[in-house]
């Protein structure tokens, strides 16, 4: 069993709709919680953390973490075209920035 | 503000031979960490250096090593290189220890022929 898990994809969202993308971890003393894009071709840049259990919103993004059920996901509202990429999970520990990625999920919002 | 610059971007060695690696973080970061990054295994964690101490290690050979300088500045190396080494090496800089927030150079894609 991987540590972090994600579905690979690939995603297809029409465009203006809501991506909804999950995450599970198996590491229970895992404290903080990312997400990445990767355009293709291009490093991951971060796009939300979360470190209690709830939603957390940005912009168009939302993160949910529970960590009861070992739970993370990612909802991105109106969908847009530059949002097509590669969205990694990533967890992280305990001291230090080591973070373990999941495989990502590629979503592909179609005009 | 700069970003995070890695040298060289693109290179290719042979089986055996060592290389090294460059990474500039961000003016003011601290951290420092390297993720290699394959099609088959993802994203995964080499080491984090903050003030020119390793503070953590991923589940890499001795093979790998690193160190960082007092500007910050890291380097990583890799010594007697496999094939299996084919990768893109990613240098991420913090502004802190544990914050998890990392800036991400472009990288540098090693091919090992």
């Known amino acids: 069993q991987k540590e972090v898990e994600q579905n690979s994809g690939p995603l297809s969202v029409p465009e203006g709709a809501i991506a909804s993308l999950n995450c599970t971890y198996s590491d229970r003393g895992s404290q903080s919680f990312f997400w990445y894009r990767q355009y293709s071709g291009k490093s991951p840049e971060l796009i939300m953390f979360?470190?209690?259990?709830g939603d957390k919103e940005d912009g168009r993004f939302t993160a949910q973490l529970n960590k009861a059920s070992q739970y993370v996901s990612l909802l991105i509202r109106d969908s847009q075209p530059s949002d097509s990429a590669t969205y990694l999970c990533?967890?992280?520990?305990?001291?230090?920035?080591?973070?373990?990625f999941g495989g990502g999920t590629r979503v592909l919002v179609k005009p | 503000k700069a970003g995070v610059t890695q040298t060289p971007r693109y290179l290719i060695k042979t089986r055996g031979q060592q290389v090294t690696l460059s990474c500039s973080p961000i003016?003011?970061?601290?951290?420092v960490s390297w993720y290699q990054q394959t099609p088959g295994q993802g994203l995964q964690f080499l080491f984090e250096y903050f003030s020119e101490t390793q503070r953590n290690k991923g589940n890499f050979p001795g093979r790998f090593s690193g160190r960082q300088f007092s500007n910050s500045r890291s380097e990583m190396n890799v010594s007697t290189l496999e094939l299996g080494d084919s990768a893109l090496y990613l240098c991420?800089?913090?502004?802190?220890?544990?914050?998890?927030?990392?800036?991400f150079g472009e990288g540098s894609r090693l091919t090992v022929l």
């Open positions: 003016s003011g970061h601290r951290s």
């Open positions: 991420a800089s913090s502004s802190d220890y544990s914050t998890g927030e990392l800036f």
């Open positions: 979360i470190y209690s259990n």
């Open positions: 990533a967890v992280n520990r305990a001291a230090g920035n080591k973070l373990t």
